[in-house]
């Protein structure tokens, strides 16, 4: 590198000037989104990650990178807190960053600012509900089996602490339809159930639920409603004035390409009364419920101060559009991979069932050699082990261009042919 191209990344990006293969790096603000958006745009779009070019990163369903207009605000934000870490800046920080965040992630949302908490991560937004509501003996909640730890072993792990019992719902061997989703649900509903936690988009097979009716049923039933949004937000056009859950919960590391441990919880303003918190200090939020459930104490204010940033990237370019995008590419890798011989799609290529997550078996091949075999070509996916839709698992986002795509198929049908 020399020295006219480190200035260049220094200028661009302070400390990821560090990080190699980063050359054509883009800080100035990106162009206006196109009515129909071209491969030139996407990679626009691609330009503004520090992820060097020659990477094909598959891996948006665990974490996403951070957008480069987020590091910025991340950097700018430690040096002036650091550089004077007073009450005054910090009260400033807070109100500038962790209440803007609010804002915008209920407009994101379409709800209220008042029903906003800012969290960690989806897996605190869960906890807070598994253990915030009233539940005894004789109290039952539905749980889908293929939810996450937070939404599964947490509420069995209260269960045996407070005495109400878990049902599961079981995984259904393919996407069954959003019909049969909410009958496989309502058929667990009885007059003592108190609560359905689901997940929006699971992230073990790709299926996308029928949250919206899901929630429909419970809430004709008096039945509370979680649905956990980690695989959602981000990158669908979520819209919880359409879906009308109880609880939304959601992470900023995955899809939302926001700093990391950072999440979102949306509580319902008819149930605010229903979830008291399980951690009491200060600094809470300055409206609605998060004046009860965010008194977290101190926590990183530069970097929550950076979550507007990640929100105005995308709203910038159109969560609408970022939607499409992502699950055109989700759809050209199904295509792709459906006509390489010896692979089997878990994840249904019906976009009412599915949304950016591919799942697939590689033939016979083992899962992990191929997954190292293609990490050792920069691509980045996850290896799927155990009888549950083995295999691996690419989850493309709106970074992610078309070349990527036939870039990772090729590669796949060339370890197929050859053997790893």
Not at 116 to 135: A, F, K, Q
Not at 175 to 186: E, I, K, Q, R, S
Not at 295 to 324: C, M, N, T, W
Not at 363 to 368: C, F, Q
């Amino acid at each position: 590198m020399n020295r006219r191209d480190f200035g260049r990344l220094v200028a661009l990006a302070g400390s990821a000037a560090l990080i190699p293969g980063c050359y054509d790096l883009e800080a100035s603000p990106l162009r206006a989104t196109p009515a129909d958006p071209d491969e030139a745009f996407w990679k626009d779009v691609r330009a503004r990650f520090l992820i060097p070019r020659d990477v094909a990163f598959f891996n948006a369903a665990n974490l996403c990178p951070t957008s480069l207009p987020v590091v910025q605000a991340i950097e700018r934000n430690v040096r002036e807190y650091e550089a004077n870490p007073s009450p005054d800046v910090r009260s400033a920080l807070m109100a500038r960053g962790r209440e803007t965040a609010r804002t915008l992630l209920a407009a994101a949302l379409r709800v209220t600012p008042e029903e906003i908490v800012i969290t960690r991560n989806t897996t605190e937004s869960n906890n807070t509900v598994s253990s915030g509501l009233d539940l005894k003996p004789g109290d039952e909640v539905v749980v889908w089996e293929d939810n996450h730890p937070s939404n599964l072993n947490a509420w069995r792990q209260k269960a045996a602490r407070f005495g109400f019992s878990v049902v599961p719902v079981p995984i259904p061997p393919a996407h069954p339809g959003a019909a049969a989703y909410v009958d496989l649900f309502t058929r667990a509903f009885t007059p003592k159930t108190k609560l359905v936690a689901i997940t929006h988009v699971s992230s073990n097979s790709g299926d996308l639920l029928p949250a919206a009716e899901i929630c429909a049923a419970a809430r004709g039933r008096s039945i509370l409603s979680l649905v956990d949004g980690a695989q959602a937000f981000g990158v669908l056009d979520v819209d919880l004035s359409v879906i009308k859950p109880d609880f939304y919960a959601g992470s900023m590391h995955k899809w939302a390409c926001g700093p990391k441990e950072k999440g979102l919880l949306y509580v319902n303003k008819a149930v605010h009364d229903r979830v008291q918190p399980s951690v009491v200090g200060v600094y809470a939020g300055a409206v609605g419920i998060s004046r009860t459930l965010e008194s977290h104490g101190q926590r990183d204010d530069a970097s929550v101060a950076a979550v507007p940033d990640a929100l105005r990237f995308q709203a910038g370019i159109g969560r609408p559009v970022i939607e499409k995008r992502s699950r055109q590419l989700a759809q050209t890798l199904m295509e792709g991979l459906k006509k390489i011989d010896g692979v089997k799609l878990w994840t249904d290529r019906a976009p009412a069932h599915s949304a950016a997550i591919v799942i697939f078996q590689p033939g016979a091949l083992d899962p992990r050699k191929l997954n190292a075999a293609l990490g050792g070509e920069k691509i980045v996916a996850t290896a799927r082990a155990g009888s549950y839709n083995p295999g691996l698992r690419l989850a493309p986002h709106f970074y992610n261009t078309m070349d990527d795509v036939d870039r990772v198929v090729g590669a796949i049908q060339k370890y197929l042919r050859a053997g790893v």
